[in-house]
T-cell receptor, first 116, second 112 residues
Framework: ETGVTQTPRHLVMGMTNKKSLKCEQH?????MYWYKQSAKKPLELMFV???????ENNSVPSRFSPECPNSSHLFLHLHTLQPEDSALYLC???????????????FGPGTRLTVL | GQQLNQSPQSMFIQEGEDVSMNCTSS?????WLWYKQDPGEGPVLLIA?????ELTSNGRLTAQFGITRKDSFLNISASIPSDVGIYFC????????????FGQGTRLTINP
């Protein structure tokens, strides 16, 4: 595997379900990000992890719970979601905040989430 | 919060035409990035700009960092069918959190 991978690519869940999204980066980067992409809206940054530590939580509802066990893996745990949470969830990685070139974020293909 | 206004929102052109899109903001940015997103994929970085006035090319793509640090444009010359997609600008602000702010995107459609 190369670059940034995300699984699953598509997910349909009910509002009472609990599911998790997984992201893995094979680039040796130290920072990882979760974004939400809704139709006709800018990408919304959700969370930032730098060297496994959460450095940004962009006022995300608690029904979204991130986990970063190491610099290569990032999870987004989902529970009791709402239909308006349906969107494309993108993971990205970069060399790291504060590192020269660290601004270059490489994105995964995303998980298309549908909440019924 | 910081916002980027990207225009146009969509473009319908003939193959071979040149394309121009831009992003403006009321905030100052110290870095501008341009991404392209194909259907079903994540955004891919095209060009990065780091200095006011900088003009950078990547094949048929040319982007410039505005002198005021509040805008950037992307030009695509001699468009081809594979240029179809959504183009996003992204900026990194000078003050505050070191994170990217994205524009709304420009959807490019090309008629062969």
């Amino acid at each position: 595997e190369t670059g940034v991978t995300q699984t699953p690519r598509h997910l349909v869940m009910g509002m009472t379900n609990k599911k998790s999204l997984k992201c893995e980066q094979h680039l040796g980067h130290n920072a990882m990000y979760w974004y939400k992409q809704s139709a006709k809206k800018p990408l919304e940054l959700m969370f930032v992890y730098n060297f496994k530590e959460q450095t940004e939580n962009n006022s995300v509802p608690s029904r979204f719970s991130p986990e970063c066990p190491n610099s290569s893996h990032l999870f987004l745990h989902l529970h009791t979601l709402q239909p308006e949470d349906s969107a494309l969830y993108l993971c990205a990685s970069s060399q790291g905040e504060g590192v020269a070139g660290g601004i270059w974020q490489f994105f995964g293909p995303g998980t298309r989430l549908t909440v019924l | 919060g910081q916002q980027l206004n990207q225009s146009p929102q969509s473009m319908f052109i003939q193959e071979g035409e040149d394309v121009s899109m831009n992003c403006t903001s009321s905030s100052i940015f110290n870095t501008w990035l341009w991404y392209k997103q194909d259907p079903g994929e994540g955004p891919v970085l095209l060009i990065a700009l780091y200095k006011a006035g900088e003009l950078t090319s990547n094949g048929r793509l040319t982007a410039q960092f505005g002198i005021t640090r509040k805008d950037s444009f992307l030009n695509i010359s001699a468009s081809i069918p594979s240029d179809v997609g959504i183009y996003f600008c992204a900026g990194r602000i000078i003050q505050g959190a070191q994170k990217l702010v994205f524009g709304q995107g420009t959807r490019l459609t090309i008629n062969p």
